[in-house]
């Protein structure tokens, strides 16, 4: 792929130069769902520039951020971006593009150092706190080119897995809003997902990429300890953080991993990892992958509940996709496993004193501790109790003697289940219940068991539930075996196609959100019955539809109704438009985020059902010009 991206350049060399091309109007560019190599090849072609395209994504963001579904995904937006765009812009050239970053836009969830941003983790204790510097995966990703259009909200001091914070507030998820990102790292995943940007920086201790990577259709990798630096990264759990990239394909995922991950002398688990990162993990990428694989299906992971099975089937499904494409799936009992992940955690014994030890560099820092932040206040009352029972934590030698042993216990008994089914992965639910509504806590998590092995884990989109919630699911492989993880995500996704754009957040129409759209519905009538004119507005941001029936009384209508399938065929009732016991003039429903795109694509049909002068039932299929 690197020689494609040298041909467009050459090309665009010796052919014209970007300038000299005549652009069409960049509000007819499109940058939803658009993937790194695609706006790097349309910036080589001269269709659209870096600053464009930051201006672009900038526009989502003031469209469906804190207007249309509010999905509050980011805390700042940088006012530097454009101005970084146009610098890039000239630098392209001037010389060429750096390499397939060069002008992309991405954010930055709110625990990364920025120097010119403030940086939280979401607290209002650390509100305007400015460290002066980048963190050093920030620093990689400029240096390679990336634009950073701002930072994005989490799970308040990255504590928790719904994404709540007392200066962000509550982040939604963009394929339903009232249904959460998960966490921590919600904001980053809620925004790639909305296209707010091309990709996004997020951190992991315990589940806080792969969640947020299951609940917004993406993919994320937690790596190896010691594949990417956590200097500048506000801490949880200097044992399990790990930082790394959200994106929406394995592609996208890899450039990203090529630009962050690396040695750093501040970071002491990243020495030696130079040795282990290959010159690029596109290398790795290759859609016939699974042919041959073994993946290890550890069932106890998909949960025994009634409320586990939804999710269980989806995941069922995206493994039966790696076996069509030639894997072996294998089943894994891991006999201790589930005993022993328990305790195995060191956030509680370890966060106190990591996040005192961080704020100690900065001697202006609001805040100095932990108990400050309770002290004065500034959390989410959401958070109240976490903060509290981390803070009285009792840390002695043998407590974190006795969770390191369990820790040991654990890799050694993963260790020996690889090795006796000579298995390439391990595969289970991400999490094993669907996303929940805001605010209410989220069970089923199986975030731990890469969290307590220190070994990789890639989250892959399974599926979506039968009302459009993403469901995702990850492989875990043995320590620096990313490449391998990255190959048989490739293979999947190239064979499963799992990507959905969310219905909440669609294309901009010159720059802003689409209009209202109007249509005209004929409902034959049966029988005897005249045929009957509906007037249809549907608003494709609120999802809002909306019916007029020319020549009709209120008190003529009995029903009106939207129903799945073919109007020949029949099919049930899934939205109702007249309410008698609310109005007898009101005509109008909010279709739930899943609807609207069947909707738009025809899929649904309209009945209206009369008294007077006789019972009759009018349908047709809805279609919108």
Not at 385 to 391: A, D, E, H, S, Y
Not at 416 to 445: C, K, M, S, W
């Amino acid at each position: 792929m690197r020689r494609v991206l040298a041909a467009l350049a050459v090309v665009s060399l010796v052919s014209s130069s970007p300038a000299a091309q005549p652009r069409a109007a960049v509000s007819t560019f499109e940058v939803m769902e658009r993937s790194i190599l695609d706006l790097q090849a349309a910036m080589e072609a001269g269709t659209v520039t870096a600053r464009e395209l930051a201006a672009l994504h900038l526009a989502r963001i003031d469209a469906y951020d804190a207007a249309g579904p509010a999905l509050t995904a980011l805390i700042a937006r940088s006012p530097s971006a454009l101005d970084e765009a146009d610098a890039l812009d000239r630098e392209r050239r001037a010389r060429g593009p750096r390499g397939p970053l060069h002008g992309i836009p991405v954010l930055i969830k709110d625990n990364f150092e920025t120097r010119d941003l403030p940086t939280t983790g979401g607290t209002t204790a650390l509100a305007g706190f400015r460290t002066g510097r980048d963190a050093f995966q920030v620093r990689k990703l400029r240096e390679a080119g990336a634009v950073i259009l701002g930072k994005t909200n989490l799970h308040e001091l990255a504590a928790g897995i719904i994404t709540i914070s007392s200066l962000g507030g509550q982040t939604r998820n963009p394929y339903d809003p009232a249904r959460t990102p998960g966490g921590s790292s919600g904001g980053t995943g809620a925004a790639v997902a909305a296209s707010f940007a091309v990709a996004g920086m997020a951190s992991d201790t315990c589940g806080s990429i792969r969640i947020p990577a299951a609940n917004n259709n993406l993919v994320g990798l937690r790596g190896t300890l010691g594949l990417s630096s956590r200097s500048g990264i506000i801490p949880l759990s200097h044992t399990q953080d790990i930082g790394g990239p959200l994106a929406r394909t394995i592609t996208d995922l890899a450039i990203m991993l090529d630009a962050t991950v690396g040695e750093d002398p501040d970071d002491p688990t990243t020495a030696g990892a130079g040795a282990r990162i290959p010159p690029s993990y596109r290398d790795a990428l290759d859609a016939a992958a699974l042919a041959g694989a073994r993946i290890g299906v550890l069932r106890a992971h998909f949960g025994t509940a009634p409320e586990d099975a939804e999710v269980g089937g989806i995941v069922q499904q995206a493994l039966e996709v790696m076996k069509g494409r030639g894997a072996e799936l294998v089943d894994v009992s891991i006999p201790g496993l589930d005993e022993l992940l328990q305790g195995s955690s060191l956030i509680n014994l370890e966060f106190r004193d990591d996040l005192a030890a961080y704020l100690a560099q900065f001697p202006a820092a609001p805040v100095r501790s932990l108990g400050e932040v309770i002290a004065g206040g500034s959390m989410h009352a959401a958070l109240e109790n976490t903060f509290k029972l981390r803070n009285a934590a009792e840390v002695t030698e043998e407590a974190v003697r006795r969770v390191n042993a369990r820790r040991s216990a654990v890799q050694a008994l993963v260790d020996a289940a690889f090795a006796e089914h000579r298995i390439d992965a391990l595969a289970y639910p991400t999490l094993r219940r669907r996303p929940v509504v805001v605010e209410e806590p989220q069970r089923g998590t199986n975030c731990q068991l890469s969290a307590t092995t220190g070994w990789p884990a890639l989250a892959l989109p399974a599926g979506l539930t039968a009302d459009g919630v993403p469901i995702g699911f990850e492989i875990l492989g043995r320590a620096w075996s990313e490449p391998r993880l990255l190959a048989i995500g490739y293979a999947y996704e190239q064979a499963a196609r799992p990507r959905r754009a969310p219905p909440t957040v669609p294309a901009l129409v010159n720059g802003k959100p689409p209009a209202p759209r109007a249509a005209s519905v004929v409902l034959a009538g049966e029988g005897s019955a005249a045929d009957l004119t509906a007037r249809l507005t549907y608003d494709p941001v609120s999802g809002q539809l909306r019916a007029e029936l020319a020549g009709l009384g209120p008190r003529s209508v009995e029903a009106v109704s939207l129903h799945r399938g073919d109007p020949a065929a029949g099919g049930p009732v899934i939205a109702r438009l007249f309410d008698p016991a609310v109005s007898p003039a009101s005509l109008s429903t909010l279709l739930p985020p899943h609807l609207r795109p069947a909707l738009l694509a025809g899929d649904l049909w309209l009945s209206v059902q009369t008294a007077e002068p006789a019972r009759h039932r009018r349908r047709a299929q809805v279609r919108f010009p």
